[in-house]
Nanobody
Framework: QVQLVESGGGLVQPGGSLRLSCAAS?????????MGWYRQAPGKQRELVAT???????NYADSVKGRFTISRDNAKNTVYLQMNSLKPEDTAVYYC?????????WGQGTQVTVSS
């Protein structure tokens, strides 16, 4: 069994920053997985935010490029999402994702609210 547990969400003012963390545990060789962050706003479909491969190649949605940074610490089985210059439209539930071929795992999500 594999578990992904997100943390770090919360309420922040526009222009502020948050860092999300996702810790993996269980039967997973974390270092070989592509890890990612997705988000889902009310009434909208879940969308890709950022991914990082086992080789540390990264990919970002256009809407977050230059503001968000994804990183991973394989020694801690953890992936991070540093979010800067947050906007109200970044408000969503953020989900951690791990993929290796047909194996796909999701976390339970953490709420990020950007509001004054």
């Amino acid at each position: 069994q594999v578990q992904l547990v997100e943390s770090g969400g919360g309420l922040v003012q526009p222009g502020g920053s948050l860092r999300l963390s996702c810790a993996a545990s269980g039967r997973i060789i974390f270092s070989i997985y592509t890890m990612g962050w997705y988000r889902q706003a009310p009434g909208k479909q879940r969308e890709l935010v950022a991914t990082i491969t086992s080789g540390r190649s990264t990919n970002y949605a256009d809407s977050v490029k230059g503001r968000f940074t994804i990183s991973r610490d394989n020694a801690k089985n953890t992936v991070y999402l540093q979010m800067n210059s947050l906007k109200p439209e970044d408000t969503a539930v953020y989900y951690c994702n791990g993929q290796l071929g047909s194996l796909v795992y999701w976390g339970q999500g953490t709420q990020v609210t950007v509001s004054s």
